[in-house]
C-alpha cells in the first residue's frame, strides 16, 4: 500500500470514528495498543499510549485544546525550587493548589484567556506532536557520493552486493590446503607456470617456491590430486582438489612430507582428518551478486562503508543531509566567561549544535541574536536552511518575538505548545519558501518599517471547517476558532508543488521548518527530541527512532495533566532509576542519565514499566 493510500486509509478511518480493527472508536481506541497511521509494523503499546503516527478519535481530539489556563505550573516551580535543585520523587505535588483551587484538566471549549501565551490555549498532546512533527516533512532527494563523504548519511536505495561475497574460494586460516585424507606430499602450486611469461600474464612477479599461496596473489593455482598439501595464507585462493584446510598448529613437516601431529604431540588428543569444507570458505558463503544487504534507510556507520566496499562500491546513494540553521536567542546570555549580574552562560548553543550534527545533519550556522526582533526575523526569512532551530522566545513576554515573527512571515504553525513538561511552549512551524531570487531586494512592510526579503508566496488555501478530517487537512488540525488542534489527520504533503528532482514519487517534499525550543535547557532537550529528532529523520530518510522499555526504580510523581520526561540511568536489574536536578533550567541530572522516562499524567509507581527516549551521545 503506499503512503497515500495509507493515508487516505487513515483519514476514513478517524472519520468513521472505529478502531484500527473495525470495532467501535472512542475509549477503547484513544487509550489501547493500536497501529501507526503512517507505517505498517507498530510495535504494541501500553494502554493509554498512542504510537508516534496514529491518528486521533474525533471524541478524543474534543479535548485537545486546554483552558487557557496560564497559571504558574506547580509541577515545574516545584521542581526549579526543591532544596538540593529539583528532586524526582518529592520534586512536586500532582495536587498544588492554584489560586485555592487544585489544578486539574482543562475543559474543552472554553474562552481564550486574553493575552494568554497562545501555547497554553492550543497545547497539543505530546505524542501528536511527535506525530506531527514526522508527518511535516518529507524525504530529501538523493546524492551519490564516493564512500569517504558518505559517513553518517543514510542509504537512499538497497544496497545490493555487486560480485559474490568471498569473490572465490578462500582459506579462512594459515596452514596447508590438502587433497584427501592424508598423509600428503607437499608441491609448488605454480610449478608447471613459471618463467617470464606466466609472470607477465599473472600481473605480477611469481611467488617464491616455498612461500606457497599468499593473499593477492592473482595466478590460478593449480588443481591439487588426492594427497597433496601446499602452504597457504588466510585469504588465499583455495586451488580445486582441495577438500581442506589443515591449521598450521595442527600439523608437521617432515622430509617433504605434510603429517597431522600425533597423540604425543598433540597433548594427548587425538587429530582426526580434516573434515571436508573445514576452513574453506566457499565462493558466495556471505552473499550472491544481486542480493539485497541492506535496505534503503540505514544509517552509514563505518561498517556500512565497509560492506559497501567489500561488495563492489566506489560510490552510495545516499539521501541528501539536512541543512539546519541554529540561532540562539536571549539578551542575558553569555558565550564566554563566568556568570554576572542579569547575565547567565549560555548552554544551549554548545549543546544543540553537536547534537543536531550527531544526526548526520548538516549545521550550517550557530547564530546569537539577542533579542533583537528585526535581526530574528532577517535571519529566518533568509535562511535557506531546510531547518531553523531557535531557542527561547517561544513564550509571550516583552521580548519574546519569535510568534510576531512567525505571523509576519506568513509562516503556518503546526505545533505551537506541547503538553509535556518540561518543554511545554516549544512549537513547529511551517515557513514559506525563499525565493529563487532572493537577495538584497526587500519588500516595504505595511508600517513602512524596514522590509522584508521577498518570500515565494505562502498562501495556503483556506482552513477546512472542523470536523471530519479530509485529504486536504493539516496534521494538527483546524479548531473552530481557527487555532491549530489534533482534531484531525494531517496531510502528510506540503502545499502541492513539483517534487524535488530525484525525488522518489508520492514522497512528501520537503520545504522549511521552524522548530522553537524554550530558553530553559532542559526544555530545550526535550523540545529536540520531541519535534525536531522526529522531522529530522524524516528528512534524512531514516526510520523513527523504536521506543525503549525499562521498569522504573523508584515512584515518579507526574503533572496533572501533562506527559513528564525524567531524567534516567539504568541500573543493575534492565531497570532505570529517576534522577535528581531535573527541573527545566538544570543539566546536572540530565548530563549524568541514559534516557528520559515518559511518565504518563498522574504519576508512576516504582516497578511500573516506562516508555525511554534514548539521550543524544
Known amino acids: 500500500m503506499s503512503g497515500a493510500d495509507e493515508l487516505d486509509e487513515a483519514v476514513a478511518l478517524a472519520n468513521s470514528g472505529r478502531a484500527p480493527d473495525g470495532s467501535a472508536g472512542g475509549e477503547a481506541w484513544s487509550t489501547g495498543a493500536v497501529g501507526s497511521a503512517f507505517g505498517p509494523g507498530a510495535a504494541p503499546l501500553p494502554a493509554g499510549r498512542l504510537p508516534e503516527g496514529a491518528g486521533v478519535p474525533a471524541a478524543q481530539a474534543d479535548a485537545c485544546p486546554s483552558a487557557g489556563d496560564a497559571a504558574p505550573d506547580p509541577v515545574d516551580a516545584a521542581a526549579d525550587s526543591a532544596p538540593g535543585g529539583g528532586s524526582w520523587g518529592g520534586d512536586a505535588e500532582a495536587t498544588t493548589p492554584v489560586d485555592g483551587a487544585e489544578r486539574s484538566a482543562p475543559s474543552a471549549g472554553a474562552a481564550r484567556t486574553s493575552g494568554a501565551p497562545r501555547h497554553r490555549e492550543q497545547a497539543t498532546g505530546w505524542e501528536e506532536a511527535r506525530a506531527c512533527a514526522w508527518a511535516a516533512g518529507g524525504t530529501l532527494p538523493p546524492v551519490t557520493l564516493p564512500l569517504d563523504e558518505a559517513l553518517h548519511h543514510t542509504l537512499a536505495a538497497p544496497l545490493r552486493a555487486l560480485t559474490d561475497l568471498p569473490p572465490f574460494d578462500t582459506s579462512a586460516m594459515d ?17 608447471a607456470e613459471g618463467g617470464p611469461e606466466a609472470e607477465e600474464e599473472s600481473g605480477g612477479p611469481a611467488v617464491p617456491g616455498g612461500a606457497g599461496l599468499l593473499a593477492g596473489d592473482r595466478r590460478a593455482p593449480l588443481p591439487l590430486a588426492d594427497g597433496a598439501a601446499v602452504p597457504i595464507a588466510t585469504g588465499a585462493r583455495v586451488p580445486r582438489g582441495a577438500t581442506a584446510v589443515l591449521r598450521s598448529e595442527y600439523g608437521e613437516v617432515r622430509q617433504g612430507q605434510l603429517r597431522r601431529l600425533s597423540e604425543a604431540d598433540a597433548g594427548g588428543v587425538v587429530r582426526e582428518a580434516p ?28 561498517v556500512v562503508l565497509g560492506l559497501a566496499a567489500a561488495a563492489g562500491y566506489d560510490r552510495l546513494d545516499v539521501v541528501r543531509r539536512p541543512r539546519v540553521e541554529i540561532l540562539v536567542l536571549g539578551e542575558e546570555l553569555l558565550r564566554r566567561g563566568l556568570p554576572e549580574e542579569g ?33 530574528l526575523f532577517e535571519a529566518v526569512a533568509t535562511s535557506t536552511a531546510e531547518l531553523v532551530v531557535t531557542t527561547g522566545g517561544t513564550a509571550a513576554g516583552p521580548v519574546d518575538h519569535l510568534h510576531r515573527t512567525l505571523e509576519r512571515l506568513g509562516a503556518r504553525l503546526l505545533v505551537d505548545g506541547v503538553r509535556v513538561r518540561p ?3 516549544m512549537l513547529l512551524a511551517e515557513l514559506p519558501e525563499v525565493a529563487e531570487d532572493a537577495g538584497p531586494e526587500t519588500e516595504t512592510g505595511s508600517d513602512g518599517a524596514a522590509g522584508r526579503p521577498r518570500l ?15 485529504r486536504g487537512d493539516r496534521l494538527c488540525g483546524v479548531g473552530e476558532d481557527g487555532g491549530w488542534r489534533m482534531d484531525a489527520l494531517a496531510e502528510v504533503l506540503a502545499e502541492p508543488g513539483p517534487e524535488p528532482e530525484g525525488a522518489p514519487a508520492g514522497v512528501p517534499r520537503a520545504g522549511r ?10 526544555a530545550a532537550l526535550a523540545g529536540l527530541l520531541s519535534l525536531a529528532e522526529p522531522l529530522l529523520r524524516r528528512l534524512g530518510g531514516m526510520p523513527r527512532v523504536p521506543s525503549g522499555y525499562a521498569v522504573l526504580d523508584g515512584e515518579v510523581r507526574g503533572h496533572p495533566v501533562d506527559t513528564r520526561l525524567v531524567p534516567v540511568m539504568r541500573v543493575p536489574g534492565a531497570a532505570v532509576r529517576p534522577l535528581r536536578y531535573s527541573g527545566p533550567a538544570m543539566l546536572r541530572g540530565v548530563a549524568g542519565a541514559d534516557a528520559l522516562a515518559v511518565v504518563p499524567p498522574g504519576g508512576v509507581a516504582g516497578g511500573t514499566q516506562v516508555e525511554l527516549l534514548e539521550l543524544p551521545r
Not at 558466495?284 to 551478486?289: A, L, N, T
Not at 549544535?353 to 544526526?359: E, I, N
Open 513 to 522: 521548518h521552524l522548530v522553537g525550543l524554550p530558553g530553559n535547557p532542559l
Open 275 to 302: 573434515q571436508p569444507g573445514t576452513d574453506i570458505r566457499p565462493r558466495g558463503q556471505e552473499c550472491r551478486s544481486g542480493d539485497r544487504l541492506l535496505p534503503a534507510g540505514v544509517w552509514v556507520s563505518p
Open 175 to 191: 596452514g596447508w590446503a590438502v587433497a584427501g585424507p592424508g598423509p600428503w606430499e607437499l608441491v609448488d602450486p605454480h610449478a
Open 343 to 375: 547575565r547567565i552562560r549560555d548552554a544551549l548553543g554548545p549543546m544543540v549544535a553537536p547534537w543536531l550534527a550527531g544526526l548526520g545533519v548538516e549545521v550550517s550556522a550557530v547564530r546569537w541574536l539577542g533579542d533583537d526582533a528585526d535581526a
Open 456 to 470: 515565494r508566496s505562502a498562501s495556503r488555501p483556506a482552513p477546512p471547517a472542523a470536523g471530519k478530517a479530509s
Open 423 to 425: 518543554g511545554h511552549p
